[in-house]
């Protein structure tokens, strides 16, 4: 049962009831003078946590997470410094039914129960401070995941459909990244791959101004892990560079600005990634150690919330995202894979894809007794800023050339794209336990045709420990600017996910049980056909059943428990790539009121290969981590310092790596990583 002080923040559909306002600043200004008051103490520090579990992501009206159609991960930003994550990257990994990969250039993705590990575009919609930043282009971008945590406040995941609510690319999951804004903070770090990271928090708000301006800066520089790269696909006695270090060198900055005043809001982003290409675009080991890859993200956006009367408000926005990647001197091969006779006939290709959103929405909300209804438009349209690609070949031999010539870019200046949307859901709260949610998104394209997102979902809250919920969901993909830029059909279809979940949550003051059980239908999978005629199209169907339970744990205040099982099974052939379990462990330990350790452990089981790979199963990974905090005490209170080794068992780690490539795998970590972080925060 949940104690007095809990229950009075109790949350009822998402409404908070009465708080006893100078009984919280009470507890808040307190002392420990007493174990009763370190009890209590203790309760409010989890009732608060609580609190930062509301969400408007699943809904877009406020709830707690436990209580929303599906299921979402929240974690916010005392969890993930005490579980000892470095980088977005790392925490995504720990969510159930979550995989984290990257590609042979080492681009970086996500992909969520074993959906699209095959392929290389986007199918997580990734939101960064509710603003959609995807690229047409690829589905994807290249900036989002590497954001450090000390620019998070929290961090929410969806798994499963997210298209009624949030449209294209929520087909597998919706990722929103919140950043922080926590008054005046400092933190620099350093690790034993000869990387370096500073980051700076600053809120300025005037009193009597009106007015509130947030700055979130952040830098990183890494050399890279040195890792040996294996044989790579070069032929016989061909001239290559492998076995050899990959180009694994990284920078990465990040400029986050946001204003308030009144009922006005403003955001400014700028994102940037720079990176080698690691394992080569055509799996051929880059000569040098440099960075090729730049990744740009930009965006920008203004709006306003009004009150048309009580019970009824409404927020419009005006917003423009622009993604940029530009390779300068991308390595395609030696000189000998194209004819040519010596190195410095290598070939290299040079490449901008530059792509721009500008969308406008419109969104009303009524708040009622028994309904609260939401509705939103939306116009959005994309134009191609500029896309090309130069190459050293001659454009009529293929022979290598002297000059850099232009060659096709995989995207046509002319692919523009528009859309508009309309949204429409209605949250009834039949009772006091009992809400059912319906919804129903279109979506119009200019060169696709309309598509129909729905939604039905029920949540019973039985009682304080038992909620129970049910959901079916479609959700799509509509294809990517590459994708139908590339197209050997006619027409390629928008990919459909439709999923029935069911799920139950046992909650108690120090126990938190998730289930979840759900059966999925994919169907018109995208795929590239690697075969003569060379492009994309839509590839069949296929269904998977999966499970996941997740457990949240308190002993004596001291020990935490987090942790989540994923099982998973594929009719017929299943999906390369997708591992029929994962198993994610986290287990902290207070080791004095101000110090903690923390061991991180995420074990993927073996997974199938592509059909025609003789490589047999890819193996089971397992990474284990191990990470120290300390908050100083007394005066030096505003300080803490954070260490730890990463892949402490020092094993060698690997991505799968397709067919025909390299004759082992992608290794991403080859041994152990020390790493420390000095924090001030005022």
Same mark, same amino acid.
């Given at each position: 049962a949940k104690t007095p002080l809990e229950s009075k923040l109790y949350c009822m559909n998402g409404r908070l009831t009465s708080i006893p306002l100078i009984a919280l600043l009470a507890t808040l200004a307190a002392g420990p003078a007493s174990a009763q008051e370190n009890t209590e103490a203790d309760e409010l520090g989890q009732l608060l946590e609580l609190l930062n579990q509301q969400t408007t992501l699943a809904t877009q009206t406020r709830l707690n997470a436990d209580f929303v159609p599906g299921m979402i991960s929240v974690l916010?930003?005392?969890?993930?410094?005490?579980?000892?994550?470095?980088?977005?990257?790392?925490?995504?990994?720990?969510?159930?039914?979550?995989?984290?990969?990257?590609?042979?250039?080492?681009?970086?993705?996500?992909?969520?129960?074993?959906?699209?590990?095959?392929?290389?575009?986007?199918?997580?919609?990734?939101?960064?401070?509710g603003e959609a930043?995807?690229?047409?282009?690829?589905?994807?971008?290249?900036?989002?995941?590497?954001?450090?945590?000390?620019?998070?406040?929290?961090?929410?995941?969806?798994?499963?459909?997210?298209?009624?609510?949030h449209g294209e690319f929520a087909y597998a999951g919706v990722l929103n990244v919140i950043t922080a804004k926590r008054g005046e903070e400092y933190s620099a770090g350093l690790d034993t791959n000869d990387s370096v990271n500073f980051s700076l928090l600053r809120d300025f708000a005037p009193d009597g101004e009106g007015y509130r301006?947030?700055?979130?800066?952040?830098?990183?520089?890494?050399?890279?892990?040195?890792?040996?790269?294996?044989?790579d696909r070069t032929v016989g006695t061909m001239r290559g560079f492998a076995p050899g270090p990959i180009n694994n060198p990284q920078d990465f900055f990040s400029a986050i600005v946001d204003f308030e005043a009144g009922d006005w809001h403003a955001l400014l982003q700028l994102q940037q990634g720079r990176r080698g290409d690691y394992f080569?675009?055509?799996?051929?080991?880059?000569?040098?150690?440099q960075t090729v890859i730049t990744d740009s993200?930009?965006?920008?956006?203004?709006?306003?919330?009004?009150?048309?009367?009580?019970?009824?408000?409404?927020?419009?926005?005006?917003?423009?995202?622009?993604?940029?990647?530009?390779?300068?001197?991308?390595?395609?091969?030696?000189?000998?894979?194209?004819?040519?006779?010596?190195?410095?006939?290598?070939?290299?290709?040079?490449?901008?894809?530059?792509?721009?959103?500008?969308?406008?929405?419109?969104?009303?909300?009524?708040?009622?007794?028994?309904?609260?209804?939401?509705?939103?438009?939306?116009?959005?349209? =994309?134009?191609?800023?500029?896309?090309?690609?130069?190459?050293?070949?001659?454009?009529?031999?293929?022979?290598?050339?002297?000059?850099?010539?232009?060659?096709?870019?995989?995207?046509?200046?002319?692919?523009?794209?528009?859309?508009?949307?309309?949204?429409?859901?209605?949250?009834?709260?039949i009772d006091d336990t009992l809400t059912l949610t319906s919804g129903l998104r279109w979506d119009d394209y200019e060169d696709i045709g309309h598509h129909?997102?729905?939604?039905?979902?029920? =949540?019973?809250?039985?009682?304080?420990?038992?909620?129970?919920?049910?959901?079916?969901?479609?959700?799509?993909?509509?294809?990517?600017?590459?994708?139908?830029?590339?197209?050997?059909?006619?027409?390629?279809?928008?990919?459909?996910?439709?999923?029935?979940?069911?799920?139950?949550?046992?909650?108690?003051?120090?126990?938190?049980l998730r289930n979840t059980l759900y059966?999925?239908?994919?169907?018109?999978?995208?795929?590239?056909?690697?075969?003569?005629?060379?492009?994309?199209?839509?590839?069949?169907?296929?269904?998977l059943t999966g499970y996941e339970l997740e457990l949240e744990r308190t002993l004596d205040s001291r020990w935490e428990i987090v942790g989540s099982l994923s099982?998973?099974?594929?009719?017929?052939?299943?999906?390369?790539?997708?591992?029929?379990?994962?198993?994610?462990?986290?287990v902290g330990y207070q080791l004095m009121p101000l110090t903690r350790i923390y061991l991180q452990l995420n074990s993927i089981g073996s997974r199938d290969r592509e059909d025609g790979d003789s490589r047999g199963d890819f193996d089971q990974t397992t990474q284990l981590d191990l990470s120290f905090s300390r908050q100083m005490p007394g005066a030096a209170a505003n300080y803490s310092y954070h260490l730890g080794i990463m892949n402490l068992l020092d094993e060698r780690l690997e991505y799968p790596s397709p067919a025909d490539t390299y004759a082992g795998d992608y290794p991403y970590r080859d041994g152990a990583t020390l790493w420390f972080q000095f924090r001030y925060q005022r």
């Open positions: 916010n930003a005392e969890q993930l410094r005490r579980r000892g994550f470095r980088t977005l990257w790392q925490a995504l990994d720990s969510l159930p039914g979550v995989i984290t990969l990257l590609n042979e250039t080492g681009r970086r993705n996500v992909f969520v129960r074993g959906i699209g590990e095959q392929f290389d575009s986007g199918k997580v919609k990734l939101l960064l401070n930043i995807n690229a047409s282009a690829s589905a994807t971008t290249g900036t989002l995941l590497e954001t450090p945590i000390d620019q998070i406040e929290r961090v929410e995941f969806i798994r499963g459909p997210g298209s009624a609510v301006i947030g700055l979130n800066l952040a830098a990183s520089q890494s050399d890279g892990e040195d890792i040996d790269s294996g044989r080569g675009s055509n799996n051929l080991l880059p000569p040098d150690e993200l930009l965006s920008a956006m203004i709006g306003q919330d009004f009150a048309v009367r009580d019970g009824l408000i409404g927020k419009w926005s005006l917003s423009a995202v622009e993604n940029d990647t530009e390779k300068d001197g991308l390595f395609l091969g030696v000189a000998e894979v194209f004819g040519g006779f010596s190195g410095d006939d290598d070939i290299t290709a040079n490449s901008r894809l530059k792509e721009r959103r500008v969308e406008g929405k419109l969104s009303l909300r009524h708040d009622g007794p028994e309904h609260k209804l939401f509705a939103e438009l939306s116009i959005a349209d =994309v134009s191609v800023q500029q896309s090309e690609t130069t190459i050293n070949l001659d454009p009529i031999t293929n022979l290598p050339a002297t000059t850099q010539n232009e060659f096709p870019a995989p995207v046509d200046t002319s692919q523009d794209r528009s859309s508009s949307s309309l949204v429409l859901q209605d949250e009834y709260r129909l997102s729905p939604r039905i979902a029920l =949540v019973w809250r039985y009682s304080d420990e038992h909620v129970f919920k049910a959901q079916l969901a479609r959700a799509f993909r509509p294809p990517s600017l590459i994708e139908t830029g590339g197209s050997i059909e006619p027409t390629i279809d928008p990919e459909i996910n439709d999923t029935l979940e069911f799920g139950y949550i046992y909650q108690r003051h120090d126990l938190v059966f999925t239908w994919l169907d018109d999978l995208i795929v590239f056909q690697d075969t003569v005629p060379f492009g994309y199209r839509n590839s069949g169907s296929e269904e099982l998973q099974d594929y009719a017929d052939a299943g999906l390369p790539g997708a591992p029929p379990w994962m198993l994610k462990l986290g």
